[in-house]
């Protein structure tokens, strides 16, 4: 039997902190994720098959179902009808579980406390462009999640009330937070250095 969510708001405040940090620096890649997500949308209509693993994520995955348990939870307390103010209409079927019902016109349209895997996943596409950079060295195949690429604190689910026994203090959450600069100065210092930009 799984361990029961447990929602801190001290805790998801940290973690919404965190997850914005990460949405800043998701946010250098510029528009990759719109432009990845109409190519998927344009290879699903013509019935393609092909490099469906380069796809859009939340085209082919489904965090909101997969973690249903937690992210009710979490969102419930934020507001109890979320799930009805992000349902929309069926869809066509994707690969795999997707698409996402909080994919909106203009991205996910969950603001806050989003499921952990969507704050901290960087897609193939992501990965290719920090090799380019020098930023990480790194396989390029399929996704990674953050902490795979540098050093973080452990610290997401127990933010999230996924798990239960450890305190997480603030020196944790500015130490997560610290490595993220770290990494977006690497990343900036090599687009202003003449390296590749993304696109």
Same mark, same amino acid.
């Given at each position: ?140 195949? +399929? /996704?990674?999640?953050?902490?795979? *690429?540098? #050093? &973080? ?10 798990? !239960? %026994?450890?305190?997480?203090? +603030? /020196?944790?959450?500015?130490?997560? *937070?610290? #490595? &993220? ?10 687009? !202003? %250095? ?6």
């Amino acid at each position: 039997m799984g361990t029961k969510n447990v929602v801190n708001s001290n805790y998801l405040k940290w973690f919404h902190e965190i997850e914005k940090a990460l949405w800043s620096f998701f946010g250098l890649f510029g528009e990759l994720c719109g432009q990845c997500a109409q190519d998927t949308l344009e290879a699903m209509a013509a019935g393609e098959r092909e490099g469906r693993d380069a796809w859009c994520c939340c085209m082919i995955d489904n965090q909101v179902h997969d973690n249903w348990e937690s992210l009710n939870a979490v969102q419930s307390r934020i507001n109890r009808q979320w799930y009805d103010a992000i349902r929309r209409e069926k869809r066509v079927r994707g690969v795999g579980n997707g698409p996402c019902p909080a994919l909106g016109e203009q991205g996910c349209r969950i603001k806050k406390c989003r499921p952990i895997t969507c704050t901290t996943q960087l897609c193939s596409k992501m990965l290719v462009v920090l090799n380019d950079l020098g930023v990480v060295q790194s396989a390029t195949h +399929r /996704a990674l999640q953050i902490e795979d *690429l540098i #050093a &973080l604190p452990d610290i997401l689910p127990d933010l999230y009330g996924t798990r !239960k %026994g450890r305190t997480v203090s +603030r /020196a944790d959450v500015d130490a997560y *937070l610290a #490595a &993220l600069q770290r990494m977006k100065e690497r990343f900036t210092e090599a687009v !202003k %250095g003449g390296n590749p930009t993304p696109h």
